[in-house]
């Protein structure tokens, strides 16, 4: 089956750096994403990454490995306004997007 | 900048009941796409179109209906409300499905709160 594996929740401070982990499994792959969402808010797109290797897009950073089937979303400098839920979506081979539940990330100061 | 709008926000419904929640998207997006979220799971896909006058069943479409006559609007309907629909459904849309040529990242509306008793 298809799946997608994400921390349910993760605690970092103020202007530290933290890391949030996602497994995928999908019947092909072509692509993962992130996605940031506010409590009682939308999902906004946050990255994209098709190859192996680091995107960089201001504070936030965003890896892939294909071989792994593994992804990380980095947040430098955290900011209390980061406080939210990240989603992890893989596409599959119809280009169909797999959702984890998300990781609910706490801004302590 | 709209984007898209859902409507309505809030909704109460008794079980039996029917409604229909409207998508309005003001991007020329060809794809659309309704889904639905619930505490501790991912977003669950219901229906989604490829284009005006297309509908597909997604990974949860059982009592639901969509309708696609304007390339602008897509209309999600519940024609026999069950407390298992209460959600919060997500109206979202995109230039190309994602990941086919390029991201073709989702944007999303606000959301619709409905809670079925």
């Known amino acids: 089956g298809q799946n997608i594996d994400q921390p349910t929740e993760m605690t970092a401070t103020e202007g530290a750096i933290v890391q949030i982990n996602c497994t995928y499994q999908?019947?092909?792959?072509?692509?993962l994403f992130w996605y940031q969402q506010h409590a009682g808010e939308a999902p906004t797109f946050l990255s994209y990454?098709?190859l192996d290797g680091l995107e960089e897009k201001g504070r936030f950073s965003s890896f892939l490995s294909r071989s792994k089937g593994y992804s990380y979303l980095l947040l430098k400098e955290l900011q209390m306004k980061d406080s939210a839920s990240y989603l992890c979506a893989a596409s599959d081979s119809n280009y169909q997007l797999i959702w984890g539940a998300g990781t609910k990330l706490i801004i302590k100061p | 900048n709209a984007g898209v709008t859902q409507t309505p926000k809030f909704r109460v419904l008794k079980t039996g009941q029917s409604m229909t929640l409207l998508c309005a998207q003001d991007?020329?997006?060809?794809?659309m796409y309704w889904y639905r979220q619930d505490p501790g799971m991912g977003l669950r896909l219901i229906h989604y179109?490829?284009?005006?006058?297309?509908?597909a069943k997604g990974e949860v479409p059982d009592g639901y209906n969509v309708s696609r006559l304007k390339k602008q609007n897509f209309l999600l309907g519940l024609e026999s409300a069950a407390p298992s629909q209460t959600s919060v459904y997500f109206c979202?849309?995109?230039?190309?499905?994602?990941?086919?040529?390029?991201?073709?990242?989702?944007?999303f509306g606000e959301g619709s709160r409905l809670t079925v008793l």
């Open positions: 979202a849309s995109s230039y190309t499905l994602g990941g086919q040529l390029g991201a073709g990242e989702l944007f």
């Open positions: 999908t019947s092909g792959f072509n692509g």
């Open positions: 179109s490829v284009g005006e006058g297309t509908t």
């Open positions: 991007m020329n997006h060809e794809y």
């Open positions: 990454n098709v």
